[in-house]
């Protein structure tokens, strides 16, 4: 009974925590556009964690833990994206954890916590309503639940009263209780805000309890004694096919056919060796960018399973030197692919997908490179999880203050026809389609046009563009929508001088 009592506050407190952070939540974003007050509710929870967590404070060290959450949200700040969003909740479930002393010091063992938690996350408020409902039946429910009630009917009555009277002594609070119209109040209670309340609910409750599910683990039966000392004596099939003549073999005839693919690239590639007939530089690029990635993996793998620590490969010098051989020519695999596309795009323009394809491109090479440390250190597969997914991390957390809407829109407007009278036409309405960023981009290009060629077109998208700062400026007008990235956006906006197409240039009309 003690034990439930002490653990009721507890519940009933975080609970209480919870209901103010969903009124929040419904104050900043129901029917309203999203832009700061995402930084600031995730400011918000952070604090509920730190308040129902109070034993934290006594370590030594707790206040390095905000600071670091307060940089993990910090690309909120600058615009409220997918990207930005998983990474603050990534930031909040490790403070989170960490605050209740559940957080592994492994940064891979730490990436499975964040998983389990966000598998989890949706399920825990119903939980814990149904583990505590069991408790309070098992030691007396009814009269816990009936105390808890008549705990408050005096400060509600007792409330209730006072604040009448300071009704008619105050015209003040009088005016203020006229204005709760018990209708209207009724019309807020709606499905899709009540389901909007639970969805809060039950985020913010992960949040405030943060627990993990608990895998059960099968353990194996052990093998009999007799058994096992025959799979020690026995060559198995597994032995031959992938033993350690069977894998220096195999890096020998890699190492030969990847050189083979690296002198071709070195030849047409940056050599500028003439083609065969029918076969055009930007066919050859886009044909071998990608599966030259999924061989690069393919060969990670192949390296990982070759050289496990501690077997008897991994031991071996000669199968480490063509390891670093094989891994380096990798490398050089991924720079090529990284050319090509780089080629490509220079005839094709740039789009979000060859953006990422980039950036994916760089970090395959950083996974070889890590590859390599790990044989060369003698470190475990552990450590290598870990060091490329703080890798990733850290190039996601770039990539949040990175504006790839504007850097498209100014790579395809700098490199068009119409700009420097090489390659391929602007796709104007591409660059339109990647919102407001691309609008000094699609300015420099409706003047140039302007300014040079027949205005039909031009005319057209500059209406369309004009439209769409007209929406703009009126979402930028609420104050939850501001970002930084965006206030650096409406500075441009109110300096830049209004786009006039001459009067001299008439648009062509049908049947002239």
Same mark, same amino acid.
């Not at 009448?164 to 015209?171: D, R």
């Not at 039966?221 to 096992?228: E, M, T």
């Given at each position: 009974m003690t034990a439930l009592f002490s653990a009721a506050p507890s519940y009933c407190s975080r609970f209480g925590v919870a209901i103010l952070l969903a009124a929040l939540a419904d104050f900043l974003?129901?029917?309203?556009?999203?832009?700061?007050?995402?930084?600031?509710?995730?400011?918000?929870?952070?604090?509920?964690?730190?308040?129902?967590?109070?034993?934290?404070?006594?370590?030594?060290?707790?206040?390095? $833990?905000?600071?670091?959450?307060?940089?993990?949200?910090?690309?909120?700040?600058?615009?409220?994206?997918?990207?930005?969003?998983?990474?603050?909740?990534?930031?909040?479930?490790?403070?989170?954890?960490?605050?209740?002393?559940?957080?592994?010091?492994?940064?891979?063992?730490?990436?499975?916590?964040?998983?389990?938690?966000?598998?989890?996350?949706?399920?825990?408020?119903?939980?814990?309503?149904?583990?505590?409902?069991?408790?309070?039946?098992?030691?007396?429910?009814?009269?816990?639940?009936?105390?808890?009630?008549?705990?408050?009917?005096?400060?509600?009555?007792?409330?209730?009263?006072?604040?009448?009277?300071?009704?008619?002594?105050?015209?003040?609070?009088?005016?203020?209780?006229?204005?709760?119209?018990?209708?209207?109040?009724?019309?807020? /209670?709606?499905?899709?805000?009540?389901?909007?309340?639970?969805?809060?609910?039950?985020?913010?409750?992960?949040?405030?309890?943060?627990?993990?599910?608990?895998?059960?683990?099968?353990?194996?039966?052990?093998?009999?004694?007799?058994?096992?000392?025959?799979? $020690?004596?026995?060559?198995?099939?597994?032995? /031959?096919?992938?033993? $350690?003549?069977?894998?220096?073999?195999?890096? /020998?005839?890699?190492? /030969?056919?990847?050189?083979?693919?690296?002198?071709?690239?070195?030849?047409?590639?940056?050599?500028?060796?003439?083609?065969?007939?029918?076969l055009s530089y930007a066919s050859y690029a886009h044909r071998g960018a990608y599966p030259l990635i999924v061989t690069a993996l393919l060969a990670a793998g192949f390296v990982l399973a070759a050289l496990r620590p501690g077997s008897e490969t991994s031991a071996d010098p000669l199968i480490r030197r063509l390891v670093y051989a094989w891994v380096a020519q990798n490398i050089m695999l991924v720079i090529s692919s990284i050319l090509r596309l780089d080629l490509y795009v220079g005839i094709y323009a740039l789009t979000y997908w060859r953006v990422a394809a980039f950036v994916w491109m760089g970090l395959v090479a950083a996974g070889l490179a890590l590859i390599i440390a790990r044989i060369a250190l003698r470190k475990s597969n552990e450590w290598l999880l870990s060091a490329n997914l703080l890798t990733l991390s850290l190039t996601l957390y770039a990539g949040c203050f990175i504006n790839f809407a504007a850097t498209i829109a100014n790579y395809n407007v700098d490199h068009s026809l119409e700009m420097t009278g090489q390659g391929i036409p602007l796709d104007a309405w591409y660059l339109h389609s990647l919102g407001p960023g691309a609008f000094p981009a699609l300015d420099r290009f409706l003047e140039h046009q302007g300014k040079t060629t027949a205005a039909g077109t031009v005319r057209e998208l500059a209406g369309v563009r004009g439209s769409d700062e007209i929406w703009y400026r009126t979402i930028q007008q609420n104050w939850r929508a501001w970002s930084f990235r965006d206030w650096r956006l409406l500075r441009y906006l109110d300096t830049k001088e209004p786009f006039v197409i001459p009067s001299a240039i008439e648009p062509s009309m049908p049947g002239r």
């Open positions: 974003f129901y029917g309203q556009p999203a832009g700061i007050t995402v930084f600031l509710f995730a400011l918000l929870i952070a604090a509920a964690v730190v308040a129902v967590h109070p034993a934290a404070f006594n370590d030594g060290r707790v206040w390095l $833990k905000p600071i670091a959450l307060l940089v993990a949200l910090l690309p909120l700040a600058e615009n409220v994206s997918t990207l930005s969003v998983s990474i603050a909740l990534a930031a909040l479930t490790v403070f989170a954890l960490s605050l209740s002393g559940r957080l592994r010091h492994s940064i891979a063992r730490i990436a499975g916590q964040i998983v389990l938690f966000g598998l989890a996350a949706p399920f825990r408020f119903v939980i814990d309503f149904i583990r505590w409902r069991r408790t309070a039946r098992r030691f007396g429910g009814r009269r816990i639940r009936l105390a808890a009630i008549a705990v408050w009917v005096m400060p509600l009555t007792l409330g209730a009263v006072f604040l009448a009277l300071f009704g008619a002594a105050n015209p003040v609070i009088d005016y203020w209780l006229s204005l709760i119209d018990l209708v209207r109040l009724l019309d807020l /209670i709606q499905l899709a805000r009540i389901a909007f309340w639970l969805f809060v609910l039950a985020a913010v409750w992960a949040f405030l309890r943060p627990r993990l599910p608990r895998l059960v683990r099968r353990i194996p039966r052990a093998l009999p004694a007799v058994s096992a000392q025959a799979g $020690k004596t026995a060559t198995t099939i597994e032995d /031959i096919l992938f033993g $350690k003549a069977a894998i220096l073999r195999a890096l /020998i005839v890699f190492n /030969i056919l990847f050189a083979l693919q690296t002198a071709l690239d070195a030849a047409y590639l940056w050599g500028g060796a003439a083609l065969p007939d029918g």
